[in-house]
């Protein structure tokens, strides 16, 4: 899986750049700074998505993404089996909505509201525990 290995590659590139700024003493001492930092950059986001600034925007969804690999780092975890486990979760929890769906007589949700469709995620998440 070339990809995945890729994937790995950046995982560990944001591990190695994390360590060396510790190590310089430029780091994060709670974890509440770093949720902090999270939730400034889907705020930054959240505005470059508005400004219609598509550039901008992937900068901010780096800046995101990045931060939440931090976040696994400073709480001790793998990265990239972090991201894993929660793709496995995703795929298990998609195919049990799937599956509801169909049971309910549905081809698709195609053009269904958004309580519609968060209706059969929960449903399919507690189902899926």
Same mark, same amino acid.
């Given at each position: 899986?070339? /990809?995945? @290995?890729?994937?790995?590659? !950046?995982?560990?590139l944001v591990e190695k750049? /994390? ?11 709670h974890i509440d700074q ?5 939730? @400034? /950059? ?14 901008? !925007? %992937? ?8 931060? @939440? ?30 599956? !509801? ?10 053009? %269904?509201?958004m309580e519609v469709l968060? %209706? ?6 507690? /189902? @899926?525990?």
């Amino acid at each position: 899986m070339p /990809e995945a @290995s890729q994937n790995n590659d !950046l995982f560990k590139l944001v591990e190695k750049f /994390e360590t060396n700024a510790q190590n310089f003493g430029f780091y994060w001492e709670h974890i509440d700074q770093l949720i902090e930092q999270i939730h @400034s /950059e889907c705020l930054e986001v959240q505005e470059a998505w508005q400004q219609k600034d598509r550039a901008h !925007l %992937q900068e901010e969804i780096g800046d995101l993404i990045q931060a @939440s690999i931090c976040l696994a780092v400073f709480c001790h975890f793998d990265p990239h089996d972090t991201l894993l486990k929660s793709v496995e979760k995703f795929q298990k929890r998609y195919a049990a909505m799937v599956a !509801l769906v169909k049971n309910d007589g549905y081809v698709n949700l195609q053009n %269904q509201p958004m309580e519609v469709l968060m %209706q059969y995620w929960n449903k399919a998440k507690k /189902e @899926s525990l």
